[in-house]
């Protein structure tokens, strides 16, 4: 399996939509980076008025840990759409091309190929958030230097030491790395039932919208639901920017993430092994 996960890893590189997503970080972090460095103390003094009137806040509070920040919270909704990008087209790209039958002329289970698709998508995103990792945080660090990370939400402020924040960071993008693997079992889902790659990559984004707008409106019925939509749990990689951490709520979040992985994977294996490939 490892062999064909290599060969799928070649055939997801040797597509130019594969770079599309490094191309769009690249583009959207080099603005952020340009525009905060023009601009960034006005910026950042619109947010803090209100306390600077309350308080006497002193250091630098511009700075590289506090722009990565900002680009995260920035490319939490671009990022699935560039993973959906790549994982929505792994079986019907074949489907497409006419190639899945020659595919299953090789010496492999169908469940082998499925999961070595998997396997190559997840490393498809891995490389994806280290790429992120390296342009937001790296850059954001040499450009800024380091700093004290203020983190402002609706109803607290929370300063978290310089020392502190990088291991914030990596668990935060490690948890955006699950959340990403559910995008990508979810595309290969949708990928088992189309022989194009369009409708898997729309219908991704379009419920990952869906799902986003129920999670954000205070319905009664909806707040009943929130708890079992995967996008409730996307977000809690922002939750390692809290002071005290709630680290049942965080495993809670995981483990629901790798819940609907496991599910969409099942659904995707059951229908992979029952396609039809001679129509």
């Known amino acids: ?28 972090v080099s603005l952020i980076h340009v525009a905060m ?45 560039l993973v959906a990008l790549v994982t929505g087209d792994l079986i019907s790209g074949e489907a497409a091309m006419g190639t899945i039958r020659l595919l299953m002329t090789r010496p492999l289970s169908r469940t082998s190929v499925l999961f070595s698709k998997f396997f190559a998508g997840a490393v498809y995103v891995f490389i994806l958030l280290v790429w992120l990792a390296l ?42 790395f699950i959340s990403l693997l559910v995008v990508a079992s979810f595309s290969l889902l949708l990928s088992c039932f189309s022989e194009n790659s369009i409708g898997p990559i729309i219908s991704t984004m379009a419920v990952i919208i869906l799902f986003t707008i129920v999670g954000s409106m205070d ?19 922002r939750n390692m920017f809290d002071q005290e951490l709630d680290y049942s709520l965080i495993y809670n979040s995981i483990m629901m993430l790798f819940g609907h992985i496991i599910l969409f994977l099942f659904i995707a294996w059951y229908s992979f092994r029952k396609k039809d490939i001679l129509s």
């Open 1 to 28: 399996m490892w062999r064909n996960t290599q060969t799928e890893l070649v055939k997801i590189f040797a597509k130019p939509r594969s770079y599309i997503g490094f191309v769009a970080i690249a583009i959207i």
């Open 37 to 81: 460095y023009v601009d960034g103390l006005n910026y950042i003094s619109f947010i803090t008025g209100p306390l600077e009137s309350a308080f006497n806040i002193e250091g630098k509070i511009l700075n590289g840990n506090l722009v990565c920040f900002i680009i995260l919270q920035t490319l939490i909704i671009q990022i699935p759409l």
């Open 135 to 176: 342009v937001s945080l790296g850059i954001g660090l040499l450009i800024f230097g380091p700093g004290d990370l203020i983190v402002l939400k609706s109803e607290t402020i929370t300063i978290i030491p310089a020392e502190d924040t990088l291991w914030r960071f990596f668990a935060g993008l490690g948890i955006a």
């Open 219 to 237: 319905i009664p019925l909806f707040e009943k639901i929130k708890p079992f939509l995967f996008t409730t749990h996307m977000v809690i990689w």
